[in-house]
C-alpha cells in the first residue's frame, strides 16, 4: 500500500513537472489592429535619418516596446539604441501594457513640423 502511494505521488510530481516545461516553450503572439501585411520591414535608423522616403507607404519596423501610453494609445519602440514614437490611436486601437516584450509594427511615416512619427495600423507582439 506505502508503495503504491509513493509510486502515484511520483507519477503525479512527474506529470505536473512535464506540463509546467511544455507551457514554458514559445510565447504565443498577441495581434492588435490591422493584420501586419507588409513584406518589408525597415529599420528604425533607416527610418530617423531618411524619413521622406518612408512617407505614405506602408512598412514594418521592429523591436522592443519601451514605453506605453497608460491607455495604450500610443508606446515607444527601441530598435538597436533608437527609439521612435508609435501613434495608434488614429487607427482606433490600443494595446495592453508590454514594456519589454518584442513587437513587429505595421504603418506609415509621418513628419510633423520637423518631427518625425510612426502611424501603427497593426501590432504583433511577442
Not at 8 to 30: D, N, P, R
Not at 35 to 57: R, W
Not at 103 to 110: F, H
Request: glycine residues 10%.
Amino acid at each position: 500500500m506505502k508503495k503504491t502511494m509513493i509510486n502515484i505521488t511520483a507519477s503525479a510530481v512527474i506529470l505536473a513537472a512535464a506540463l509546467f516545461i511544455a507551457g514554458c516553450g514559445e510565447k504565443e503572439t498577441e495581434q492588435y489592429g490591422s493584420a501586419i501585411t507588409s513584406q518589408e520591414t525597415v529599420s528604425v535608423k533607416e527610418i530617423l535619418s531618411e524619413p521622406e522616403s518612408f512617407t505614405d507607404k506602408p512598412v514594418v519596423i521592429e523591436g522592443e516596446i519601451a514605453a506605453v501610453c497608460p491607455s495604450g494609445c500610443w508606446f515607444d519602440l527601441n530598435s538597436d539604441g533608437l527609439e521612435i514614437h508609435v501613434d495608434i490611436k488614429p487607427s482606433g486601437f490600443e494595446i495592453p501594457q508590454k514594456q519589454g516584450s518584442q513587437a513587429a509594427v505595421e504603418g506609415t511615416v509621418e513628419l510633423t513640423g520637423g518631427q518625425v512619427n510612426f502611424i501603427g495600423t497593426g501590432v504583433r507582439i511577442k
